[in-house]
């Protein structure tokens, strides 16, 4: 299965700042052979980067999405409006949404179906926080958001999903799960998206890993098969280290 390998900005980098980097990522586009590429940068930079990346393969996602496609919503951005942009792929559910922003699983799965709904593969956010992991209540957690977010849902309409794990704990914090840690939830994962969804789904669903994934690093995740590539924040903003990433994760996955 092809790895994807997708940064995730965060509030980060302005649209000019986006144009440089874009510009310098292209430049070694040509080292990243069998791994998809994607980038989140903020709803400002979208613009920028669509016209930046124009005639290269690097794919361009959004971070969050409203469920509602127009309306009386200050401050939202509905999905019509991502793809004016070339946006194929949108985050969400990941945990500074739901921690920061208090946004909880039925709201999840509505933007869930939204994206379905307008054509947007998903990149699903699940993951425990630390207190949750010291209660050995991982596989529960994990059970719990991805019933909420997949339960019921017509497997017909989901062409392509992405699941990404991610341990809060993880997050920015410089201390990754182990790369066994991290395979063994990606199973869990993706066996219980599989029941959920009621039947296999092979290259339908890729399920990356994130929380502080960098080039140094990379290769003990790509190299586990249930970790089909990586979801990247802080590790993603200079564009020399995360060309670095790339291309160790397509040199890993290739041994
Ligand atoms: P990090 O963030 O790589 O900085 O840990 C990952 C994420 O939040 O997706």
């Known amino acids: 299965m092809k790895l994807i390998i997708a940064a995730n900005w965060k509030m980060h980098k302005t649209a000019a700042e986006t144009v440089s980097f874009c510009n310098s990522l292209k430049l070694r586009e040509k080292e990243f052979s069998g791994v998809e590429v994607l980038l989140c940068p903020p709803y400002t930079a979208l613009s920028a980067a669509a016209a930046a990346l124009k005639g290269s393969a690097i794919k361009l996602g959004a971070q969050n999405m409203s469920w509602e496609t127009e309306g009386a919503y200050t401050g939202e951005i509905a999905a019509p409006m991502l793809k004016e942009f070339g946006v194929t792929h949108v985050i969400l559910g990941h945990s500074e949404r739901r921690h920061i922003f208090g946004e909880a699983d039925n709201v999840i799965r509505k933007k869930l179906e939204q994206a379905l709904r307008f054509g947007l593969i998903p990149i699903l956010c699940v993951g425990e926080t630390g207190e949750q992991r010291s209660g ?120």
């Open 136 to 255: 050995g209540d991982t596989a529960a957690v994990l059970e719990s958001q991805l019933r909420a977010a997949l339960e019921g849902l017509d497997r017909e309409s989901i062409a392509e999903l992405i699941i990404a794990y991610e341990p809060v704990w993880a997050i920015g914090t410089g201390q990754a799960a182990s790369p066994t840690d991290a395979a063994d939830a990606a199973s869990l994962v993706r066996s219980a998206a599989e029941k959920l969804l009621g039947g296999a789904m092979e290259g339908a669903l890729r399920v990356q890993y994130g929380g502080s994934v960098n080039a140094g690093n990379i290769d003990g995740f790509v190299t586990l098969p249930p970790v089909n590539g990586a979801l990247v924040g802080g590790a993603s903003l200079a564009v020399d280290t995360f060309a670095d990433l790339i291309k160790a994760a397509g040199e890993a996955a290739e041994c």
